[in-house]
């Protein structure tokens, strides 16, 4: 049985609205040009490799983030680790962008969606853009409060530089 998402705004960060009632993210960074770079990135962003040389350490029940995919993230160490399990929603492989969106499930200290996206522009740029929405399911995240945007902001901006990184 597959658990179920703890959220009813399935895909939202695919195709928008964000929906009312949660923290919304929208962060674009950019990071090269072309179509090899393009490409570069979306593959770094669908096998997780971002994520994983972002620092986070990642389990997923498959090489590609594919709807379904169980996606599980932890950051810490030891009794500290924060474990976040998600589940692939959407995922595009399109001649202009390649990402994914994935959504919380039970357990995760958020509720709400994130995706991963790489964007090849008219124009030549490749941008890597993080949409989300969500609010805190546990108590610390509750406690933590205005600092839970402020770090998301932040790591958004991490796996940006990282995905620049990658991609050179």
Not at 23 to 46: C, K, M, N, Q, W
Not at 50 to 78: D, F, K, Q, T
Not at 117 to 123: G, I, P, T
């Amino acid at each position: 049985m597959t658990a179920a998402l703890s959220y009813p705004e399935h895909g939202a960060t695919q195709h928008g609205p964000l929906p009312a009632g949660y923290h919304h993210l929208h962060v674009e960074v950019p990071v090269g040009r072309g179509r090899a770079v393009f490409e570069r990135a979306g593959e770094a962003i669908t096998a997780f490799r971002m994520h994983r040389a972002a620092g986070i350490r990642i389990r997923a029940g498959a090489e590609a983030a594919e709807p379904g995919v169980p996606v599980e993230s932890g950051l810490g160490v030891g009794p500290l680790r924060i474990t976040a399990p998600c589940r692939v929603v959407w995922s595009t492989y399109d001649s202009d962008r390649i990402g994914f969106g994935y959504g919380t499930l039970e357990g995760h200290p958020e509720c709400g969606e994130e995706s991963f996206v790489a964007e090849l522009r008219a124009d030549g740029s490749v941008w890597f853009t993080v949409t989300a929405f969500s609010r805190a399911a546990k108590w610390y995240t509750r406690l933590a409060g205005p600092l839970v945007p402020v770090f998301q902001r932040a790591y958004a901006r991490h796996c940006g530089r990282t995905l620049r990184r990658l991609v050179r």
